[in-house]
C-alpha cells in the first residue's frame, strides 16, 4: 500500500472523526445555551420559592404546612408543563415542637441568684422536658433534676451544667455526668474550607450526644449549633436516640450563649452553676403524607428515567428557603426548561419534591423502594439540597476513571460556574436508588461558605436568597440532566 495514500487516509480520518466531535460538542453549546437563556430571561424559580416560603412557610413533616405544601408542589409541577404529576403515599414521623422552648443559665452571686437566658431550639426528634411526652421514663438523676411547672406549660428540669467538648472527655468524666445537663460545647473546624467537612465532624454530637450522655445518668442535654455564624440564632436538626437508653430532653443553644455557658462554667464561681431547661417536644403517631412526582414522557426509552429532584419538608423556625426550598424549585425549573424550549427527552425525567428527608428518610427511601417493585431502570438520581448559591460542581458516584471520560461536560457547563465534576454520592434521598436499582446518584455542590449560616435556624428565609444564583444552578442541573439524557452515563 502506498505509504502517502495511507498516510493521507489516516489523516482525513482523524478530521473526520474529530469534526464529528467538534459538531457535537457545539450542538450541545448550543442547546444549553438555549436552557440558559429561558432560565435566566424567564425563569419561574424565584417566583415558586416566594409563593412556597410566604404563602406556606415551615412544613415539617405531618404539619399543616407540609400538607399545604404538598398541594403547591402539585400546581407548581402542573403549571412547568409536567406531562403527568401523581402523588407517592409515604408514611412519615410525625414530631411536635410543642410551644416555645426556653432555657436560663443560673448561678447563686452575693447570695442572690442572677440568670442569662438562653436562645435554644428543641432537637427533632426529642423528648421534652414533661415526663407525660418521655416514652422510655425519667433518666432519674438527682433531686436536682426534678420538673417544675412552668405557668401551664409543659414542666422543665432544674439541674446543675456539666460542660464537655468531645466524646473522649465524656467517657473520661463519666462519673461526674449523673443527674446534670450535658452540654456540648464542640465548634466547627475553622481548617475545614469545604463547610460540609465541619459539618460532618460537629453533627455526631447533635445525633448522637443525648444517648451518650443518658448512658451515665444525665437529665438532658444542650448541643453548639451547627454553624460557624456569627449571630445566636440556634440551629435545630435531628437526634437519634438509642433503643437501649432512656430518652433524654436535647436542644441545641445559639453560638453566642454557647460562648457565654463556657465563660460562665470556666469562672471560678462555677461550682453552683444550673440550667432550667424547658421544651413541650414529643412524638406522635406516624402519618400519611405523600411524594410529589412531575414528568416528562420518554420519547425513545420511556421506561428508562432519570430522577432530580428536592426534599418538600423543611424544619419549623423559618420558611425553609435554602434547606430546601432552593433545590424544590431549582428541579421544577429543569422540567419548566426543558419544556419551554421544546426538547424532547430521549429517556423519562421525573421531578420529585420527596417527603420527610429532615427527621427520618421516608420519602427517598418509598421512592426507591417503589422503583426496584416495579423492577424501573434508573439511569440518574440527582439532587439539589445544599443552598442555593453559587454553582461549583457535581457530584456523580462514578469510579474515577469514568469521571475522567465526562472532562469534555465539563467545558459544556463551565460558562455557568460548575468546573468540576467529583466523585462522590448525592442528596439524602436519591442516594437509596443505587443499591436499590443501581443508578448513579449525585447532587449539585454550590459554594458552601454561608450555607451554614442559615441552615435549620430562623435565618432560612427568602430574603437570604439570591435570585441570580438560584437561577444558575437550575442552568447547571438542567445543562447536566440533558447531558445524561442524550449520552447516557
Request: net charge neutral; proline share 4%; charged share 20%.
Amino acid at each position: 500500500m502506498d505509504r502517502k495514500w495511507l498516510a493521507a487516509s489516516l489523516l482525513l480520518f482523524f478530521l473526520v472523526i474529530g469534526g464529528v466531535g467538534f459538531a457535537q460538542n457545539a450542538a450541545d453549546s448550543v442547546l444549553i445555551r438555549r436552557l440558559a437563556d429561558t432560565i435566566l430571561t424567564d425563569s419561574k424559580a424565584y417566583t415558586n420559592l416566594r409563593q412556597l416560603t410566604k404563602t406556606v412557610g415551615a412544613r415539617l413533616s405531618g404539619s399543616p404546612g407540609f400538607y399545604k405544601a404538598e398541594v403547591w408542589g402539585q400546581q407548581a409541577l402542573q403549571d412547568a408543563q409536567a406531562d403527568r404529576v401523581w402523588m407517592q403515599e409515604c408514611m412519615v414521623p410525625h414530631w411536635v415542637r410543642g410551644g416555645k422552648d426556653s432555657a436560663a443559665l443560673l448561678w447563686s452571686a452575693g447570695g442572690r441568684v442572677s440568670q442569662i437566658g438562653l436562645d435554644i431550639l428543641a432537637l427533632g426528634n426529642s423528648v421534652g422536658t414533661d415526663p407525660k411526652w418521655q416514652g422510655r421514663g425519667d433518666a432519674g438523676g438527682s433531686a436536682m433534676g426534678a420538673r417544675m411547672s412552668a405557668g401551664g406549660e409543659a414542666k422543665g428540669i432544674l439541674a446543675p451544667v456539666m460542660m464537655v467538648r468531645n466524646f473522649d472527655e465524656l467517657e473520661k468524666r463519666k462519673d461526674e455526668v449523673r443527674g446534670k445537663i450535658v452540654f456540648y460545647n464542640y465548634p466547627f473546624n475553622p481548617l475545614f474550607v469545604e463547610t460540609f467537612q465541619a459539618y460532618s465532624d460537629a453533627v455526631r454530637y447533635r445525633g448522637a450526644g443525648a444517648s451518650r450522655a443518658a448512658k451515665y445518668g444525665a437529665v438532658g442535654v444542650l448541643v453548639r449549633s451547627m454553624s460557624s455564624s456569627v449571630d445566636n440564632n440556634p440551629h435545630t436538626g435531628s437526634l437519634n436516640y438509642s433503643d437501649t437508653m432512656n430518652r433524654i430532653p436535647a436542644a441545641a443553644v445559639g453560638l453566642r450563649d454557647a460562648d457565654r455557658i463556657a465563660a460562665a462554667l470556666e469562672h471560678p464561681t462555677a461550682s453552683d452553676l444550673t440550667i432550667y431547661l424547658r421544651t413541650g417536644a414529643h412524638m406522635l403517631p406516624d402519618t400519611l403524607a405523600h411524594n410529589v412526582i412531575g414528568e416528562l414522557k420518554g420519547s425513545e426509552f420511556p421506561d428508562q428515567y432519570i430522577t432530580v429532584g428536592g426534599h418538600l419538608d423543611s424544619w419549623d423556625p423559618a420558611e425553609g428557603a435554602q434547606d430546601d426550598g432552593a433545590g424544590l424549585v431549582q428541579s421544577i425549573e429543569v422540567l419548566r426548561a426543558l419544556k419551554a424550549i421544546g426538547y424532547k427527552p430521549r429517556h423519562t425525567i421525573r421531578v420529585v419534591l420527596f417527603a420527610n428527608e429532615e427527621n427520618g428518610g421516608r420519602g427517598g427511601r418509598k421512592y426507591a423502594e417503589t422503583a426496584k417493585a416495579n423492577h424501573e431502570t434508573h439511569l440518574l438520581g440527582l439532587e439539589s439540597d445544599n443552598g442555593g448559591f453559587t454553582p461549583r460542581a457535581f457530584t456523580l458516584s462514578l469510579p474515577e476513571e469514568k469521571l475522567a471520560g465526562l472532562k469534555g461536560w465539563v467545558s459544556l457547563l463551565k460558562p455557568y460556574g460548575v468546573y468540576e465534576l467529583i466523585h462522590g454520592g448525592g442528596g439524602s434521598d436519591v442516594n437509596p436508588l443505587g443499591p436499590q436499582v443501581g443508578a448513579v446518584v449525585g447532587e449539585l455542590r454550590p459554594d458552601s461558605q454561608r450555607y451554614f449560616d442559615y441552615h435549620h435556624s430562623r435565618a432560612d428565609v427568602l430574603e437570604n436568597v439570591n435570585k441570580r444564583e438560584l437561577e444558575l444552578g437550575a442552568v447547571n442541573m438542567a445543562a447536566l440532566v440533558y447531558l445524561v439524557d442524550k449520552y447516557g452515563l
